[in-house]
């Protein structure tokens, strides 16, 4: 899940008249209140059937209130599907740089981009707490239901209840509602592991503790981040080491920050987040990087033909105050020998070449020296070309279209400096055409 940015731009609320009132949320109430009265009926409320017949109660009044558009639908579509029900008021946003526009009707606001509806958030004025009472209906049937004869029509309610948070959840984060999305991934997750759904939700549990930090709650974040850990859910290459790091480190518990993260860099040395966190920790310890070889090397005869833990190797020397750049060459070319379709040792030599010329033509910039800017724009040459043979080897044993097009980015741009050279402006020619996708 990616951070979404929400800028309001321009509020251009326009008031319509003649609004009409979400009659299907009115029906939907009178019939959650009919069943309350059945499952306040002493006799009725022994009967599993009443707690079903309120727990879906309560589920259509959120759908209703929800309306009949959907996402995708495309805004010529959508007042066929609303039954005639108009938007009380309009506004522009913009949603991570997206213009989209906002028809807030009387039970749920559409945000609508690219003429589709996009987004749906249902007014919690409109549904109550519709979903956490369909929840607790669904749990009552359950308990009386001994024999499970609904025990598949009680799941399939609580798995409505369950997607119909998630959703919210992640709509509040769009709208950079971090507790409240917080709040409702949690509640997703508690929803998830009750019987007899009994599934756990391990993506939610994950996207709580990540909302959890965002809004400041290092508490949660912690208590989430930690149950990842106990269920082996890691995130995207072992972040929720990294994560779970920081906030011990921010708690003060630097010992325990570092023994998480020694231990996430085992599993996942390719970790970024998690090698940075171990080259600040040791670097706080007085530069003790050494450890991270130490680590390393357990890893390499655990796993002696795991290329990808020579190219950690590499990224670690590359990252040291001075760079070991030989070494890490040395470290990138193992990787091929180990395999020769694992195209990352290529990518970070090229990276490193690519960027090496780059900071070189910063400083050839700033050079006022004659003699001086020359020879920097010697070595910018040097390391521009030299950056282009191992961008196509990657590009050659790579198997990801989305690795190559990278790659025929990198190869373009460092062969246009040399387009007066034949054999560049062939492979200029080549990877443009390549990057441009044709």
């Known amino acids: 899940m990616k951070k979404i940015f929400l800028v309001l731009a321009l509020a251009a609320s326009l008031q319509i008249a003649g609004a009409q009132t979400n009659k299907a949320v009115e029906e939907a109430k009178k019939k959650v209140e009919s069943a309350k009265a059945a499952a306040n009926d002493v006799k009725k409320a022994a009967n ?13 009044v959120y759908t209703a209130a929800q309306g009949n558009g959907f996402v995708g639908t495309s805004i010529s579509e959508l007042p066929i599907l609303m039954n005639g029900l108009k938007p009380l008021s309009e506004e522009d946003v913009q949603i991570g740089g997206v213009p989209m526009k906002v028809q807030h009707y009387e039970t749920a606001d559409y945000y609508i981009a690219d003429g589709r509806v996009a987004m749906i958030v249902v007014s919690n004025q409109a549904s109550g707490d519709a979903l956490n009472n369909s929840l607790e209906a669904y749990k009552k049937a359950h308990a009386l239901d001994v024999k499970g004869k609904k025990t598949k029509d009680i799941s399939d309610g609580i798995r409505l209840v369950v997607e119909n948070l998630a959703k919210e959840a992640v709509s509040a984060y769009q709208l950079q509602d ?11 997750v508690n929803a998830s592991e009750a019987a007899p759904y009994s599934q756990l939700d391990t993506n939610s549990i994950y996207n709580a503790g990540l909302t959890a930090l965002l809004s400041g709650d290092r508490a949660k974040a912690k208590e989430m981040y930690t149950r990842c850990l106990e269920i082996n859910y890691f995130g995207d290459e072992g972040d929720v080491y990294s994560r779970l790091a920081t906030i011990l480190d921010q708690d003060g518990d630097k010992a325990g920050a570092l023994e998480l993260l020694e231990k996430g860099f085992v599993s996942f040395p390719r970790s970024q987040g998690i090698l940075i966190g171990l080259i600040n920790a040791y670097n706080e310890q ?151 996708g044709e």
């Open 48 to 60: 599993m059937a009443t707690w079903i017949k309120l727990g879906k109660a309560y589920a259509d």
């Open 178 to 188: 971090f507790a409240l999305s917080s709040k409702l991934f949690e509640a997703s």
């Open 286 to 436: 007085g530069g003790n990087t050494d450890r991270l070889f130490e680590l390393l090397d357990v890893a390499k005869q655990n796993e002696p033909n795991n290329a990808s833990l020579w190219y950690a190797e590499g990224d670690i020397r590359l990252k040291m105050t001075p760079p070991q750049v030989e070494e890490a060459f040395a470290a990138f070319e193992k990787c091929n020998e180990i395999d020769p379709n694992y195209e990352y040792g290529f990518i970070g030599m090229g990276v490193y070449l690519y960027n090496n010329a780059a900071d070189i033509a910063k400083k050839a910039d700033e050079e006022l020296d004659n003699d001086k800017y020359n020879a920097l724009v010697a070595q910018f040459r040097d390391s521009l070309k030299a950056s282009i043979e191992p961008f196509e080897k990657a590009f050659e044993v790579s198997k990801d279209n989305g690795i190559k097009q990278t790659m025929a980015e990198y190869i373009k741009q460092a062969a246009f400096r040399f387009r007066d050279e034949p054999e560049y402006q062939a492979k200029y020619d080549k990877y443009n055409s390549i990057a441009a």
